[in-house]
C-alpha cells in the first residue's frame, strides 16, 4: 500500500524545496525539472478523471499514470562528486620580446618557431642575442661586482646551463663575481662571440620560460634597423593551460591542486591538475552574453580557476580551444546511490524517492541527500528502509 495518497503524491512532485537543491546538480535537474513537472501533470489528470481507481488501489504512484515510469534499482558503492564545466585551453602567457641592440636585424625566427633557454633568438647585425630565463628584463651591462636581481637570474641561469655549479656562484646569489664572469665566458664561446665575461645590454632577451614566435613586430623587418626599445616579436608560452571561468559560489569546492580530467575537442581526455583558484570575484560586464563556464546565465559574478595538464604534450599545440574540465569535489565509499531522476521534491521540504515492490506496489521514502556526481548522474541517499536491491521509480526514457 501507498504511503501517500494521489494527491499527496502529486503535491510532492509538484512542489519544489524551499532551499532548492546544492549547485552540483543544477544541470541536471534542467532537464530532470521538466520530466518531474510533466509526470506530476500526468498524475493530476489521473487523480481528475479516476485513474487511480480508489484511494486504497495498490498503484498511487508514478506508475499509476497515463505517463509510464521505469525503474533503477538501489545501489551501493563508491560514489565520487564531480561536475563537469567549460572551460577554455590556452598557453600559460603571452609576451612581447623587445630589443635592445643597435643595428641591422640579420636573423628572425619563423612564426611557431620555439626558443628555449641558451639559444639564440635572432641576431642583430650578425650578432646572436639569446635567449634566458628570468623576470626581470634586461635593462643594463652586467660585469664583474655587480649585484641586484638580474645578476641572480643571471647565476641561476649559468648553472641550469651547465656552465657553473651552483656551490660555485652560490644559491640565488645576486652577486657578479669572478665565477660568474667565467661562467658567462663559456657560454660567450658556444655562442660564437668574443669572451668578455661581460653581459652587455642588448646582447640577452630575460622571459620567464621558453617561448613560441607568434609575429613579428609592426616594422620587424629582416635587414631592417633594430633600435633599443623596441618591440621585435610576439612571443607566448609553450605551457599550455586551461582557464576556467567558475561561477564564485563554487569556489569552496574547488581546491588548488585537485586531479580534474580534462576532455579536449576530438574526445580524447588527458589529466589535470587546479594550479590556482582565484580568491576575487569578477562581475559579468553588462553588454556579456555568454554564460558561466559551469552553465550558468551569466550573470553570476566568476572567479578564474586554472588548470595545468599532466601531460602538455595532449594539448597538441592547441590555442584558445573549447574543453570541458571534470572535477572531483569529494568522495564517499560504501554509500546507497540513486539515479537524480528519481528524486521527488516534497511540498514540505526535502526529497523522497519512490520504491517499487511486489504485486505493483509503491511507497514513497523521505531520503536525505549526500554527494552528487553529476558527470553519471547519480546521488547519495539515505532513508529509512531504503536498501540496497530495491527498484525505485525513474521517468521512462
Known amino acids: 500500500m501507498s504511503t501517500a495518497t494521489p494527491e499527496q503524491a502529486a503535491e510532492a512532485a509538484l512542489s519544489p524545496p524551499a532551499g532548492g537543491r ?9 532537464a530532470a525539472g521538466v520530466v518531474v513537472v510533466v509526470v506530476a501533470a500526468g498524475v493530476v489528470a489521473a487523480v481528475a478523471t479516476g485513474g487511480f481507481g480508489r484511494p486504497s488501489h495498490p498503484n498511487s504512484g508514478l506508475s499509476g499514470n497515463t505517463h509510464p515510469a521505469s525503474t533503477a534499482t538501489v545501489t551501493r558503492r563508491s560514489l565520487s562528486s564531480q561536475t563537469q564545466v567549460q572551460a577554455t585551453l590556452g598557453d600559460a602567457g603571452s609576451y612581447t620580446v623587445v630589443n635592445q641592440a643597435q643595428g641591422t636585424i640579420t636573423a628572425l625566427p619563423s612564426a611557431g618557431h620555439v626558443v628555449r633557454q641558451g639559444q639564440v633568438l635572432y ?32 647565476n641561476t641561469d649559468l648553472v641550469r646551463l651547465g656552465y657553473a655549479t651552483g656551490a660555485e656562484l652560490g644559491a640565488g646569489s645576486d652577486y657578479f663575481s ?25 646582447q640577452a632577451v630575460f622571459l620567464p620560460t621558453a617561448v613560441q614566435v607568434i609575429s613579428l613586430g609592426q616594422n620587424t623587418v629582416l635587414g631592417g634597423p ?7 616579436l610576439a612571443a607566448s608560452s609553450t ?22 580530467t580534462i576532455t579536449l575537442p576530438g574526445g580524447n581526455t588527458t589529466p589535470g591538475v587546479v594550479s590556482s583558484v582565484s580568491s576575487v570575484a569578477t562581475a559579468p560586464s553588462s553588454g556579456s552574453s555568454g554564460g558561466s563556464s559551469s552553465g550558468g546565465s551569466g550573470s553570476a559574478p566568476t572567479i578564474t580557476v586554472e588548470v595545468t595538464p599532466t601531460n ?32 521527488l521534491a516534497q511540498a514540505s521540504g526535502g526529497y523522497a524517492v519512490e520504491v517499487t515492490g511486489a504485486a505493483g506496489t509503491h511507497h514513497l521514502v523521505a531520503v536525505s541527500l549526500g554527494l552528487f556526481d553529476d558527470a553519471d548522474g547519480l546521488v547519495q541517499v539515505t532513508g529509512p528502509g531504503l536498501a540496497a536491491g530495491q527498484r525505485v521509480a525513474v521517468p521512462a526514457p
Not at 22 to 30: G, L
Not at 124 to 151: F, H, I, K, N
Request: charged share 15%; aromatic share 4%; glycine share 10%.
Open 22 to 30: 546544492p549547485w552540483r546538480a543544477r544541470r541536471r535537474w534542467a
Open 239 to 260: 605551457t599550455p593551460v586551461v582557464t576556467i571561468n567558475l561561477d564564485a559560489a563554487q569556489q569552496t569546492e574547488v581546491k588548488a591542486g585537485a586531479q580534474v
Open 312 to 343: 602538455p604534450k595532449a594539448a597538441g599545440g592547441l590555442n584558445q580551444a573549447p574543453v570541458e574540465v571534470t572535477i572531483t569535489t569529494g568522495s564517499v565509499t560504501n554509500a546507497l546511490v540513486v539515479p537524480v531522476d528519481a528524486l
Open 123 to 154: 641576431r642583430v647585425s650578425g650578432s646572436p642575442v639569446v635567449l634566458l630565463y628570468g623576470p626581470v628584463p634586461a635593462y643594463r651591462d652586467l660585469s664583474e661586482g655587480l649585484t641586484g636581481p638580474d645578476v641572480a637570474e643571471l
Open 178 to 202: 669572478a665565477e660568474t664572469a667565467y661562467a658567462l665566458e663559456k657560454l660567450q664561446a658556444r655562442l660564437g662571440v668574443i669572451q668578455t665575461g661581460v653581459l652587455a645590454l642588448g
Open 226 to 232: 633594430a633600435q633599443p626599445g623596441m618591440p621585435l
